[in-house]
C-alpha cells in the first residue's frame, strides 16, 4: 500500500513538473523575440513587447499612441495635432525628423528605435545596431499603410486588442465616408507641395494623392510622363496649363506662411495661372499643416473630410 502511495505522489509530482515546465516554455515562446521586414527590406529583430520605444517621426508616434502605447522619446515636430500635443507634452525630444540626436537617443535607454524611410534615419542603423538597439523603419504613404501600421505597433507592444479596435473604428468612419464616391467620377485637383526650395505635384503615391483618388477625383499629376512611383514630382505651368485642374489645393511644408505667400504671389503674377479654372473660379485651398503636411496617422479620417469637403462642396 505504501509502495502505490508513493507511486502516485511521484507521479503527481512528475505531471506538476512536466505542467510547469510546458507552462514555462509556451511563456518562454510568447515572451521571444520577433523578426520582421521593414519599409528597407532590412531583417529587424524586435523584442517581444519592448518597453522603451523612442519614435524619430510623428507619423508613427500618433499611431502608437492611439492604441495606448508609452513612449519614452519623440521627435522635436510642429506637426503634432492638438490632443496627441497634450499627450506626448512630457516625453523627452531626441531631435527633428531630419535631424536625430544619436547622443539623445541612446540617453533614453531604448530597446527599439522606430522611424522612417529617409536618409537621415536609415543612417543610424549600423551605430545602433552596434550598441544592440533594433531599429524599424516604418513608411506610412497611403490609408492602407495607416492600417498595417496600426496592426504591426499593437502586434510589437502587446496590445493587439486596442490595434483591433482603433483599426476597426477608423474602417467604419472610411465605409460612411466613401460610400456615395464614384472612382475617378469627380472633378480635376492639383495637390501641390510648398517647400523652400521648390514646388511639387503630389501623385497618388503620396498621402494626398492617395486619399485624392479614394474620393474619386482626378488627380492630374498622375497623366503626367516619367511619373512611375514617383510621390512628387516638379511643378509643370505648361502641363497644368494642359490639364486645367478644376481645385487646386496647397500643402506648404510645416505649414509656412512664407511658402504659401510666395505660392499665391506665383498664382497673381503668372499669366497662366490666370486661364487655369480652379483660379478662375475661386477653387484654390490650403490644407491644414497638421493633417497634410505629414501623414496624420489615425487622424487620416479628419484629413479625408475636409479633402472632400473641398472636392465635392458641402452638398456632397
Known amino acids: 500500500m505504501k509502495k502505490y502511495i508513493l507511486l502516485v505522489f511521484v507521479v503527481i509530482i512528475a505531471a506538476a513538473g512536466y505542467f ?3 507552462r514555462g516554455q ?3 515562446a510568447a515572451n521571444a523575440a520577433v523578426s520582421v521586414t ?4 532590412a531583417k529587424v529583430h524586435i523584442p517581444a513587447e519592448p518597453k522603451r520605444i523612442v519614435f524619430l517621426n510623428a507619423s508613427n508616434l500618433e499611431i502608437f499612441t492611439s492604441i495606448g502605447g508609452k513612449a519614452v522619446g519623440r521627435p522635436t515636430s510642429n506637426s503634432y495635432p492638438d490632443d496627441v500635443k497634450e499627450s506626448i507634452k512630457d516625453i523627452p525630444e531626441v531631435g527633428m525628423i531630419h535631424a536625430p540626436n544619436l547622443e539623445k537617443i541612446m540617453s533614453l535607454k531604448p530597446d527599439l528605435v522606430v522611424g522612417t524611410n529617409v536618409p537621415f534615419h536609415v543612417m543610424l542603423r549600423k551605430p545602433l545596431e552596434m550598441a544592440g538597439v533594433p531599429l524599424y523603419l516604418n513608411m506610412i ?5 495607416v492600417l498595417k501600421s496600426i496592426d504591426d505597433f499593437g502586434r510589437f507592444a502587446g496590445r493587439e486588442k486596442e490595434a483591433a479596435a482603433k483599426r476597426a473604428q477608423i474602417e467604419k468612419e472610411y465605409a460612411a465616408l466613401t ?3 464614384q472612382k475617378g467620377r469627380g472633378p480635376k485637383v492639383l495637390i501641390i507641395f510648398g517647400s ?10 503620396s498621402f494626398g494623392g492617395d486619399l485624392a483618388e479614394r474620393l474619386g477625383a482626378v ?6 510622363e516619367n511619373v512611375k512611383d514617383s510621390s512628387y514630382i516638379p511643378l509643370s505651368m505648361e502641363f497644368v496649363a494642359k490639364e486645367n485642374p478644376d481645385i487646386v489645393m496647397l500643402i506648404t511644408m510645416g505649414g509656412s506662411k512664407e511658402i504659401l505667400e510666395k505660392l499665391r504671389a506665383n498664382m497673381r503674377d503668372n499669366a497662366i495661372w490666370h486661364d487655369v479654372n480652379a483660379v478662375k473660379n475661386n477653387r484654390v485651398y490650403q490644407l491644414p499643416p497638421s493633417l ?3 501623414n496624420p496617422g489615425t487622424h487620416t479620417i479628419d484629413a479625408m473630410k475636409i479633402m472632400k469637403e473641398y472636392i465635392y462642396g458641402e452638398a456632397k
Open 219 to 224: 488627380n492630374i499629376a498622375d497623366k503626367a
Open 38 to 41: 521593414d519599409s528597407t527590406g
Open 179 to 181: 460610400q456615395d464616391v
Open 141 to 145: 504613404n497611403s490609408y492602407e499603410d
Open 20 to 22: 510547469l515546465l510546458a
Open 196 to 205: 523652400p526650395d521648390s514646388f511639387n505635384m503630389s501623385t497618388k503615391k
Open 292 to 294: 497634410f503636411t505629414v
Open 26 to 28: 509556451h511563456k518562454l
